[in-house]
C-alpha cells in the first residue's frame, strides 16, 4: 500500500520534470522545426515534384501511356491532350505547364501557349472543329492545323516523360544522368554535362581552401594556445574583427588588394619580384585567398580550443625523452589536436562548399560552385525542381562528410 | 656551507649561475652546486624560491642568464634538452594519453632507435622494475594516480639514463600513497645507483628521500646538507624554520662568545650557539627544535633554564603538547611524553630547559 503509493509520488515527479523539460525545450525545437527542418524537406520534395503535366493533362497523360516515342503518337493523344488544354481556366495553370515542358523541350511554351489560346478561343474554326470532331475520327489534324509542330514526337514525349506526378529527372540531372527513351538510367551526352565538373570544382575549391586554413591556422592556433591566458584572448579578437566584419566588404577589400594595380601587385612589382602584374583576380587565386580569409576564424577557434587542453609538459616530455622539438610536437601534440584538426576542417569544407557571394565577386566563370548553379536556376531560369536538385546534391554530399568524419573520428578518439 | 668544496665525484656543477625571467628580479642568483655522483639530492623550498627553475635549466628547458652549467665536467648550456639524455618526471606525470603504457615506456627507446624486440625486452623490465607487469596495454586514463606515477617513473628510466630530474612526483597523490612511493623511490635508487635531482616543496619528503638536501628561499641557496645536518645544524633563520619545527625566542646577544649568551626580553639570560658570529648587542633569534626542550619537575635544578607559565595542553596520541607562554614571546608549544601525564594546569609556573648546544642563535 506505502510502497504503491511512493511508486505513484514517484512517477507523477518524475513526469513533472520530464514535461518541464519538454516546456523548455519547446521553443527551439518548434523554431527549429520552422526554420531549419522544414526548408529542407521543402527542398527535398521540390528536388522532385512535378506536379504541373499530371495535373493539367491527366488524359493526355493516360492516352501516352504505353508509347514509347519510336512512332508518331497514337490518335487518342490528339483528342485528349485538346481535351485538356481546353479544361484549362487559368492562365497561370497553362503558364506553368508551358514553362515546365519549355524546360525539357525549347519552343514547347510558345506551342502550349499559341494552343491553349486558340483552344479557348470562343468562335475559333480550330476550337469548333477539335470539339466537334468526335475522339475516334481524329483530332490530330486540327490540332495541326492550330500549330504543325504538334506534329513533332518530342514534344510528346516531354509529356509522356513528366506524366508522373514524382521525377528523378532534377536529380539525375543534377549529377549528369538522365533516362533516356526507354527510362533506364543513362549518362548525359558529354556535350551536355556540366554539373559533375562543377561538383568537383566546388569540391576542389572547398578542399584548397581547407587546407590554406588549416596552414595558415595550425601554427597561430598553436602560439595563441601557448600565450597566456589573458595575451591569448587580447590576440584572439584580432582573429575574431574580420569575423564580424560583412563578408561583402571583406571581398571589396581583396578586389582592392589584389587587382592588377592593386598593393599586392605593386608590392611585388617594386621589389621586383614580377615582371608584369599577375593576375591575382576573378581567377581561381582569388577566389581561394578570399574564402581563406574569410574562413580562417573557423579553423582557428576549434583548433585553439583543443590546444590549449594539451598541457604542454607533453612537448617537454617528448623532449626530455630525447625527441627533437619538432618530433615531438608531431608525435604529441598533432595526435593530440586531431579532434581539432578535423572539426576545423569539417566546419571550413562545409561551409566552403555553400560559398556563392565570393566566387561571384572575385572569380572568373571557370571558378563558379554548385550554389551559383541553385541560384542561376532559382533566379533566372525560375527552375525549382533543378535549384532544389542541385541543393540537394550539395546537402547529400555535407552528410557524407559528416559520415565520414564521425566515423574517422570515433576510430581516432577511440579510448 | 654556500659554496661547496670542489669534489671530483660532482656529475654535474652549477657555477655562478644566474637566472632572471622579468630582467629586475632573480628567479635564481649566484648558484653554486654540485650534485655528486650516484646520490639522491633534493632541491628544498617554498613557491617561487627558484627550486623549480634550476631544476629546469639543468633540463635544457631554460637557460642561464650568466654562469655555466657542467655535467661531467663539460659544459651544456649550449646542449639543446633532447640531447642532454636526462629521465624527468613531471609533476602531472605528462604520459602520452594517446598512446599506451607500452606505447608512453617504449618512446624514447624509438626515438633512440632501438629495435622493436630490444624495445619491449627493456619496456617489460622498467615496468617491471616499478611493478606494473602486465598492465603495458592499458591507456594511462585508465590507471590510478599511483600507477601513473610508476609508469612516468619507468619512461625516465627505461633509456637508463645518468641523471634522472624529478619535478615535485609525488605532489598530486594523497598522503598515503605518498608515503608508500617515497619507500619506493628510495629502494629504486639503492637498486639503480642513479643519480636523482628531486624538487619538492615538501620538508618531510625531502628529510625521508634524500642523501643530500639543497634548501633554496628567494633565487638563492640557503644550505646543501645531509637530512641530518640539516635538521640539527640549520645554517640560517630561514632554513631552522622551514625544515622542521622550531621555537623561537627573540632576544639581543649579550656576548658573542663561545658559548654565546642571549638576553631575552622578559629577563632572563639563555647560552647558546652563535651560528652568523653576530655582534654582541645585535638583536637575535634563538632557535631551538622543541623536542629538545625538557620540562623541569618542581625543584629539579639545571642550566640554562626559563621560567614560562603552562597554558594548556593538547593530547596528540604519541606526546602532549603543552603550551607556554613567555613573557614578550608568542607562546610556545612544548612536547611531553605520555608519562608526564598529568600536564600542568593552566597557569602554573614551570621551568623549561633549553639545553646550550640544540639552541642556535641566529641574527
Given at each position: 500500500m506505502e510502497a504503491g503509493a511512493l511508486r505513484?509520488?514517484?512517477?507523477?515527479?518524475?513526469?513533472?520534470?520530464?514535461?518541464?523539460?519538454?516546456?523548455?525545450?519547446?521553443?527551439?525545437?518548434?523554431?527549429?522545426?520552422?526554420t531549419f527542418l522544414v526548408p529542407i524537406g521543402a527542398l527535398l520534395v521540390r528536388a522532385v515534384d512535378n506536379p504541373e503535366v499530371a495535373r493539367a493533362l491527366p488524359r493526355t497523360v493516360e492516352a501516352l501511356r504505353g508509347w514509347r516515342g519510336e512512332a508518331a503518337p497514337p490518335e487518342p493523344a490528339f483528342a485528349a491532350l485538346a481535351g485538356d488544354l481546353s479544361a484549362i481556366d487559368d492562365q497561370a495553370e497553362a503558364g506553368a505547364l508551358a514553362r515546365r515542358l519549355n524546360s525539357d523541350a525549347s519552343g514547347a511554351r510558345s506551342l502550349v501557349m499559341a494552343t491553349w489560346r486558340a483552344l479557348r478561343a470562343p468562335a475559333s474554326e480550330g476550337n469548333a472543329a477539335v470539339q466537334a470532331a468526335p475522339p475516334a475520327a481524329g483530332a490530330?489534324?486540327?490540332?495541326?492545323?492550330?500549330?504543325?509542330?504538334?506534329?513533332?514526337?518530342?514534344?510528346?514525349?516531354?509529356?509522356?516523360?513528366?506524366?508522373?506526378?514524382?521525377?528523378?529527372?532534377y536529380l539525375l540531372a543534377a549529377v549528369d544522368l538522365r533516362r533516356d527513351a526507354g527510362g533506364a538510367i543513362a549518362a548525359m551526352p558529354p556535350e551536355q554535362t556540366v554539373f559533375r565538373a562543377i561538383l568537383w570544382r566546388t569540391l576542389g575549391i572547398a578542399a584548397a581552401v581547407t587546407l590554406g586554413c588549416l596552414l595558415l591556422g595550425y601554427p597561430l592556433a598553436w602560439w595563441l594556445a601557448t600565450l597566456p591566458a589573458r595575451t591569448a584572448s587580447r590576440v584572439l579578437i584580432l582573429v575574431l574583427v574580420p569575423f564580424w566584419t560583412s563578408i561583402l566588404v571583406r571581398v571589396a577589400g581583396w578586389i582592392v588588394l589584389l587587382q592588377s594595380g592593386g598593393l599586392v601587385n605593386q608590392g611585388l612589382l617594386a621589389a621586383g619580384l614580377v615582371e608584369a602584374p599577375l593576375a591575382l583576380l576573378f581567377n581561381?587565386?582569388?577566389?581561394?585567398?578570399?574564402?581563406?580569409?574569410?574562413?580562417?576564424?573557423?579553423m582557428i577557434l576549434p583548433l585553439y580550443s583543443v590546444m590549449r587542453a594539451v598541457p604542454p609538459d607533453y612537448l617537454r616530455a617528448a623532449v626530455s625523452l630525447g625527441s627533437h622539438p619538432l618530433q615531438a610536437f608531431r608525435r604529441t601534440v598533432v595526435p593530440l589536436t586531431w579532434p581539432g584538426i578535423g572539426t576545423g576542417c569539417?566546419?571550413?569544407?562545409?561551409?566552403?562548399?555553400?560559398?556563392?557571394?565570393?566566387?561571384?565577386?572575385?572569380?572568373?566563370?571557370?571558378?563558379?560552385?554548385?550554389?551559383?548553379?541553385?541560384?542561376?536556376?532559382?533566379?533566372?531560369?525560375?527552375?525549382?525542381?533543378?535549384?532544389?536538385?542541385?541543393?540537394?546534391?550539395?546537402?547529400?554530399v555535407t552528410l557524407v562528410l559528416y559520415g565520414l568524419y564521425r566515423r574517422l573520428g570515433r576510430a581516432e578518439l577511440a579510448p | 656551507m654556500t659554496s661547496p668544496a670542489r669534489s671530483t665525484d660532482a656529475l654535474v656543477v652549477f657555477s655562478r649561475v644566474h637566472k632572471s625571467y622579468d630582467g629586475t628580479s632573480f628567479a635564481v642568483r649566484g648558484l653554486d652546486l654540485h650534485v655528486r655522483r650516484g646520490e639522491f639530492l633534493t632541491l628544498l623550498g617554498p613557491s617561487g624560491s627558484g627550486k623549480t627553475t634550476t631544476l629546469m635549466m639543468l633540463a635544457g628547458f631554460e637557460t642561464p642568464g650568466?654562469?655555466?652549467?657542467?655535467?661531467?665536467?663539460?659544459?651544456?648550456?649550449?646542449?639543446?634538452?633532447?640531447?642532454?639524455?636526462?629521465?624527468?618526471?613531471f609533476q602531472n606525470y605528462a604520459l602520452f594519453p594517446h598512446l599506451t603504457v607500452g606505447g608512453n615506456v617504449c618512446y624514447p627507446l624509438?626515438?633512440?632507435?632501438?629495435?622493436?624486440?630490444?624495445?619491449?625486452?627493456?619496456?617489460?623490465?622498467?615496468?617491471?622494475?616499478?611493478?606494473?607487469?602486465?598492465?603495458?596495454?592499458?591507456?594511462?586514463?585508465?590507471?590510478?594516480g599511483g600507477q601513473r606515477q610508476r609508469v612516468a617513473l619507468a619512461r625516465a628510466l627505461v633509456f637508463e639514463p645518468p641523471l634522472v630530474l624529478m619535478d615535485e612526483p609525488l605532489g598530486a597523490l594523497d598522503k598515503q600513497l605518498r608515503e608508500h612511493?617515497?619507500?619506493?623511490?628510495?629502494?629504486?635508487?639503492?637498486?639503480?645507483?642513479?643519480?636523482?635531482?628531486?624538487?619538492?616543496?615538501?620538508?618531510?619528503?625531502?628529510?625521508?628521500?634524500?642523501?643530500?638536501?639543497?634548501v633554496f628561499a628567494g633565487g638563492e641557496l640557503q644550505q646543501v646538507d645531509t637530512p641530518e645536518a640539516l635538521y640539527e645544524q640549520p645554517a640560517n633563520r630561514f632554513v631552522a624554520g622551514f625544515v622542521g619545527d622550531a621555537v623561537t625566542l627573540a632576544g639581543t646577544l649579550a656576548d658573542s662568545g663561545e658559548p654565546a649568551r642571549v638576553a631575552l626580553p622578559g629577563g632572563g639570560v639563555l647560552e647558546g650557539v652563535n651560528v652568523q658570529a653576530a655582534a654582541a648587542g645585535t638583536p637575535v633569534l634563538a632557535c631551538i627544535?622543541?623536542?629538545?626542550?625538557?620540562?623541569?619537575?618542581?625543584?629539579a635544578a639545571a642550566a640554562n633554564t626559563v621560567a614560562a607559565t603552562a597554558l594548556d595542553a593538547t593530547y596528540l596520541g604519541d606526546h602532549v603538547r603543552l603550551r607556554c607562554a613567555l613573557p614578550g614571546q608568542e607562546p610556545i608549544g612544548v612536547p611531553l611524553p605520555l608519562a608526564a601525564l598529568p600536564a600542568p594546569p593552566h597557569g602554573t609556573p614551570v621551568r623549561l630547559e633549553l639545553p646550550a648546544r640544540h639552541l642556535r642563535l641566529y641574527a
Open positions: 505513484e509520488a514517484l512517477r507523477r515527479e518524475s513526469r513533472a520534470r520530464t514535461l518541464r523539460a519538454l516546456a523548455l525545450a519547446a521553443p527551439l525545437a518548434l523554431f527549429l522545426l520552422l490530330r489534324a486540327p490540332l495541326l492545323a492550330i500549330d504543325p509542330r504538334w506534329g513533332e514526337p518530342r514534344f510528346w514525349e516531354v509529356i509522356a516523360r513528366n506524366g508522373a506526378r514524382w521525377t528523378p529527372d581561381r587565386t582569388g577566389v581561394i585567398v578570399a574564402m581563406v580569409h574569410i574562413l580562417l576564424p573557423f569539417l566546419l571550413v569544407f562545409i561551409l566552403a562548399l555553400g560559398y556563392y557571394v565570393t566566387p561571384a565577386l572575385v572569380g572568373g566563370p571557370s571558378d563558379q560552385m554548385l550554389s551559383y548553379s541553385v541560384a542561376q536556376y532559382a533566379n533566372v531560369n525560375l527552375n525549382w525542381g533543378m535549384a532544389c536538385a542541385l541543393g540537394t546534391v550539395l546537402l547529400a | 650568466s654562469g655555466e652549467i657542467l655535467f661531467e665536467g663539460r659544459p651544456i648550456t649550449g646542449t639543446p634538452p633532447h640531447r642532454r639524455n636526462f629521465g624527468m618526471v624509438e626515438v633512440r632507435g632501438v629495435p622493436r624486440a630490444e624495445r619491449e625486452r627493456r619496456a617489460a623490465q622498467a615496468l617491471a622494475m616499478v611493478r606494473l607487469e602486465g598492465l603495458s596495454s592499458r591507456r594511462p586514463d585508465q590507471l590510478s612511493m617515497q619507500v619506493e623511490l628510495r629502494e629504486l635508487h639503492r637498486r639503480l645507483g642513479t643519480t636523482f635531482l628531486y624538487v619538492t616543496h615538501d620538508q618531510g619528503e625531502a628529510l625521508t628521500l634524500s642523501d643530500r638536501v639543497a627544535r622543541p623536542e629538545r626542550i625538557g620540562l623541569l619537575a618542581p625543584g
